[in-house]
């Protein structure tokens, strides 16, 4: 059994920053990848950023630069570090954990690929 509990949401304003977590308990050795994705009301579900187990890092356009995922060593922690947060990253972001090895090249943002999925936190960004 594996669970993906996430914290560190809540309303921020625009520019401002945020932390995310992620802890993962349970058969943590599987994970290869680990990762955020996010959804917002009426939109599609969006990859954020994905860490591998090497170290590697993978954004998607509309974060990087701005985002900052990173583990502990233990690899079963994960943060999101938000900065200059705009209005549209508001959204329900989720941690994901473990992907098919035969999916992780070429290392991208994940959503459907996560084999666990926490509850999400919400994040809300005001003006």
């Known amino acids: 059994q594996v669970k993906l509990l996430e914290s560190g949401g809540g309303s921020v304003q625009s520019g401002g920053s945020l932390r995310l977590s992620c802890v993962a308990s349970?058969?943590?050795?599987?994970?290869?990848?680990m990762g955020w994705y996010r959804q917002a009301p009426g939109k599609s579900r969006l990859g954020v950023a994905t860490?591998?187990?090497?170290?590697?890092?993978k954004y998607t356009p509309y974060v990087k630069d701005r985002f900052t995922i990173s583990q502990n060593n233990e690899k079963n922690i994960i943060y999101l570090q938000m900065n200059n947060v705009k209005p549209e990253d508001a959204a329900i972001y989720y941690c994901?954990?473990?992907?098919?090895?035969?999916?992780?090249?070429?290392?991208?943002?994940?959503?459907?690929?996560?084999?666990?999925r926490g509850q999400g936190t919400q994040v809300t960004v005001s003006a």
């Open positions: 349970g058969h943590t050795s599987e994970f290869n990848t």
């Open positions: 860490i591998a187990a090497d170290g590697r890092t």
């Open positions: 994901g954990a473990g992907v098919p090895a035969y999916l992780m090249e070429p290392l991208r943002p994940y959503v459907a690929e996560y084999e666990y």
